[in-house]
């Protein structure tokens, strides 16, 4: 898959470069992107079952594809978005590892809803599967939270932050990304997210596992003005 897909995006994004120059745009939440993924873990502590302590760290590549769509009217509500995303990776020692987040967000965009600024909300359902046979599988949900802007006429950026929960891992997530647009509204994007999810064993001791990531991500996304 990440051979099929890496020499696409070098493609894609030479195609663009070379298109008429782009008019200024709003901030959109109608959008596909592709990027490679680098996945990096530390895994420490103790269990009920290992008393001695664990340090476990790796890095993986990967390619994460990203998909949202913007409704003008849900509901009762205005301005609501469903955004999925999945990512596929194998680790240095061949095991392979899979995440699926997909939810239902709310944005609130400035300037009459074609600003510049925006911020938005969203309820995540999550699946991480580590080992080529589904050998770990954790899942959960996620709240989170992020503010995008533009801060020059073709650079935005977006810092976001929320809560994880897996069943028993549970913990913080911070993003950091930017995007450079480019013409016929595609952009230039990179992503910096890190997590930290700790999972308590027994609360009466200090048996616990801390498991910490950190992704980065540089890709190609498309946005689309559907209204």
Not at 32 to 47: F, R
Not at 59 to 85: M, N
Not at 112 to 130: A, C, D, K, P, Q
Not at 138 to 160: A, K, N, Q
């Amino acid at each position: 898959m990440r051979r099929i897909i890496l020499p696409g995006l070098v493609a894609a994004v030479t195609g663009a470069a070379t298109a008429p120059a782009a008019a200024e745009t709003s901030i959109v939440y109608t959008t596909v992107g592709v990027s490679y993924a680098q996945l990096d873990y530390e895994t420490s502590g103790s269990g009920l079952d290992q008393p001695e302590a664990i340090d476990l760290s790796g890095d993986a590549d990967g390619v994460t594809v990203d998909l949202s769509l913007a409704v003008r009217k849900f509901g009762p509500l205005e301005g609501v978005f469903i955004a999925g995303r999945y990512t596929d990776g194998e680790y240095d020692e061949g095991v392979g590892v899979s995440a699926t987040r997909v939810g239902l967000g709310k944005y609130f965009i400035g300037e009459g809803g074609v600003g510049r600024l925006s911020f938005n909300g969203r309820l995540n359902y999550e699946e991480f599967t580590f080992g080529d046979n589904d050998e770990i599988t954790e899942d959960g949900y996620s709240i989170t939270g992020e503010l995008r802007g533009y801060i020059d006429e073709y650079w935005e950026i977006g810092v976001g932050a929320g809560w994880v929960d897996l069943g028993e891992p549970q913990g913080f997530r911070v993003t950091i990304s930017t995007a450079i647009e480019l013409p016929l509204q595609f952009f230039l994007t990179a992503e910096w997210e890190t997590q930290s999810l700790n999972q308590d064993f027994d609360r009466r001791t200090s048996d616990d596992l801390q498991n910490d990531q950190s992704n980065i991500r540089v890709g190609l996304r498309k946005d689309f003005n559907l209204f």
